[in-house]
């Protein structure tokens, strides 16, 4: 009598326990462990599909990067959640294989379904706690000033609401940079103020740098010098919109959008990207440079090109006593420049980790939902189409073109500018040709 051959037993009969493990590990795993090849595919495809389609849409930018980013936490919270269920569904499917009955289930298996759920849960838990953290540095670099509302607003200048952007016409924005240390007596004050303006269509930009000195009307306030306007607002949430207002009124254009920096955070940032290189045109000595701790130092640059770390990559732009303030606000765009070189070959890949950085010393109201398209034209910019600039005194040296007066009284020392001349710059800087008082 012929002895029957041996057969191997179905897949659908395999262990429940590892099946449950392997979608643990990899979601559809463990269904196609168990010969249930379609249902395994489409869990494995259903969420790499649907990631792939939301990272489109929110590097797109628009409205729904917008309320992502605004609503960060319950994001994260929805998001990571969501990802915990599907998980814990999936590995219970495979646990329960086709038939959905006990044969063949032991105690063991069910003691790996347990640990396998247990894992999950520990799994999520520290991945929420990491995302959390980037919600907090998110919703605390995008805040909201007091009074404002993203993405509200007319295009008039000089307005207390700063004006909507339409993510095509020209962008103006206002950097400012500030010492925030406890006890510094220019605290409130802004120590380097440039007007960004980006024209996206034609792919060029312009940056011009106002001298802190500059006397302005501060809306509210009077004259004054327009390094000053942060600190009349009285309020750290109001005092970048307060120097924006001021400035746009000044310039007689609409200011989108301001982002101040402290020095600490750009600092930060050129460590982050590895340092800048820049070509220093003349040697600077500054016997008088401010510390961290109050007390003075002395710093030096020997002429030529050079890989500027953090430190004194701020420095470069900080020292004033070797030279003037304008030659100040053109080593400051120098290092601008420089910096966004960097950021060019690190690719938007390594935006992440220098945002994690120096998020936290980052302000901007700036609409969230246009951040990376933003990010993508400027990173896209050729250097040769970007034009930098300075409010220049007519004194001295034949400037290539002037719209300040110095005036060193009892008061102190200011720029008394002359508006008319000050507009006409901006007008000829945006049209791309030569200064009126160059030509």
Not at 81 to 110: I, Q, T
Not at 114 to 121: Q, R, T
Not at 292 to 297: L, M, P, T, V
Request: hydrophobic fraction near 45%; glycine fraction near 10%; aromatic fraction near 8%.
């Amino acid at each position: 009598m012929a002895t029957p051959a041996r057969r191997l037993p179905p897949a659908a009969e395999g262990s429940p326990g590892f099946a449950a493990l392997l979608s643990a590990l990899l979601p559809g795993l463990g269904q196609m462990y168990l010969g249930r090849w379609r249902r395994g595919v489409l869990l494995l495809a259903l969420p790499a599909a649907a990631a792939l389609a939301f990272t489109a849409v929110i590097l797109s930018g628009g409205s729904v990067t917008s309320l992502v980013l605004q609503q960060a936490k319950l994001f994260v919270l929805l998001l990571v959640g969501g990802l915990f269920a599907y998980h814990v569904v999936v590995s219970a499917d495979a646990f329960a294989g086709p038939l959905r009955a006990p044969r063949g289930r032991h105690a063991v298996d069910y003691a790996l379904l347990a640990a396998i759920v247990l894992g999950l849960v520990v799994m999520y838990h520290g991945a929420y706690r990491y995302s959390l953290g980037w919600a907090d540095l998110v919703t605390a670099v995008f805040e909201p000033p007091a009074g404002r509302t993203i993405g509200a607003g007319t295009p008039r200048a000089g307005t207390s609401t700063a004006p909507g952007w339409s993510g095509r016409d020209r962008l103006n924005v206002l950097l400012l940079g500030i010492d925030t240390r406890e006890g510094a007596s220019e605290t409130q004050n802004t120590d380097a103020i440039i007007l960004l303006s980006l024209e996206p269509r034609e792919r060029t930009a312009v940056m011009l740098s106002i001298p802190r000195d500059t006397l302005v009307d501060i809306p509210g306030v009077g004259r004054d010098k327009v390094n000053a306007a942060y600190a009349y607002a009285g309020d750290p949430r109001k005092g970048p919109d307060l120097a924006r207002r001021t400035v746009e009124a000044f310039l007689g254009i609409p200011i989108h959008s301001y982002a101040i920096i402290d020095f600490e955070a750009f600092r930060q940032t050129v460590w982050s990207v590895g340092g800048v290189l820049v070509d220093v045109r003349r040697p600077l000595r500054d016997e008088r440079y401010p510390t961290n701790d109050f007390g003075i130092e002395r710093f030096e640059l020997r002429a030529g090109p050079q890989l500027m770390d953090g430190d004194d990559a701020l420095r470069y732009a900080r020292s004033r006593h070797d030279s003037n303030d304008f030659s100040r606000a053109r080593r400051q765009q120098t290092v601008v420049f420089a910096l966004r070189e960097r950021f060019a070959l690190a690719g938007l890949f390594r935006l992440p980790g220098i945002v994690e950085r120096v998020g936290p010393l980052v302000r901007t109201n700036f609409d969230p939902g246009n951040i990376l398209p933003l990010a993508r034209t400027v990173l896209s910019l050729d250097a040769s189409e970007i034009t930098s600039d300075v409010l220049l005194p007519c004194s001295g040296d034949l400037p290539p073109h002037c719209e300040l007066r110095e005036e060193n009284g009892e008061k102190g020392y200011y720029l008394i500018p002359d508006v008319p001349k000050v507009r006409a710059l901006v007008a000829d800087l945006f049209a791309g040709r030569k200064p009126a008082s160059a030509r």
